[in-house]
């Protein structure tokens, strides 16, 4: 598993590539110095099963640098590390496309955990962070969308249970367990779901489902 790692810290890094290790026997990582140097190390779409950026060091447009990196790296998750946690900044990394916010001072297992729901489809970022105002009878996170929205129409209530879950994170194969669905039934519902909410990412899903704009 090849990890692209983006930090212009190189005692960070260091610490990171420690952690990161612990994913699998056969990591492999390569690192950059920020945005830019991350860009430059992206070859060919897939080069890497996930990629790890700091981008706090980065000019005022960073989040604008963030979004083309995300869409160079594409299909490859995109998760943004950062030296503390901030709310604003949670929510402009998931507007522009990433799979997650990991702040530093996550404990070890929490971060690797975090990556490997990432891996697994899913969306991380401190619940704390991103708390929502609407509960469904599901007693999760919830978003009601009843009229006629975006392209895709609205919501059945099965799709409205997807998105429920999808608001927490939760990967494909952890939603289609909690609903009892195949994967594949999952899948089209997100699909229709980002078409009805007119959304690009499953991360910008989340966000309208925990009521917070984008």
């Known amino acids: 598993m090849r990890i692209l790692l983006a930090d212009s810290n190189a005692l960070m890094r260091e610490g990171l590539k420690a952690v990161l290790t612990s994913l699998g026997e056969d990591v492999q ?7 830019d140097g991350a860009a430059e190390a992206v070859e060919r779409p897939g080069d890497f099963a996930i ?10 447009d960073r989040f604008d640098r963030l979004r083309a990196l995300g869409e160079r790296l594409a299909p490859t998750p995109l998760v943004v590390i950062a030296p503390e946690e901030d709310r604003r900044e949670a929510v402009h990394a998931l507007q522009n ?9 996550l404990p070890v297992d929490v ?3 975090a990556l490997r729901l990432v891996l697994a489809g899913g969306v991380y970022a401190p619940p704390k962070l991103l708390l929502g105002t609407v509960t ?6 919830r978003v009601e969308v009843n009229g006629p929205t975006g392209s895709g129409g609205a919501l059945t209530e099965r799709q409205r249970d997807v998105l429920a879950y999808l608001a927490q994170g939760k990967s494909n194969k952890e939603i289609a367990a909690e609903l009892q ?6 899948k089209v519902h997100v699909n229709h779901i980002l078409k009805a909410l007119k959304v690009k990412n499953r991360s910008q899903a989340a ?8």
């Open 207 to 214: 966000l309208i489902a925990n009521g917070l704009e984008i």
């Open 181 to 186: 669905l195949s994967e594949s039934t999952v």
């Open 29 to 35: 990582i390569i690192e950059a110095k920020g945005i």
């Open 111 to 113: 971060l690797l955990s």
């Open 136 to 141: 469904g009878s599901l007693g999760v996170r």
């Open 51 to 60: 990629a790890l950026v700091d981008p706090t060091d980065e000019q005022a």
């Open 97 to 105: 496309g990433a799979s997650g916010y990991l702040p530093k001072s």
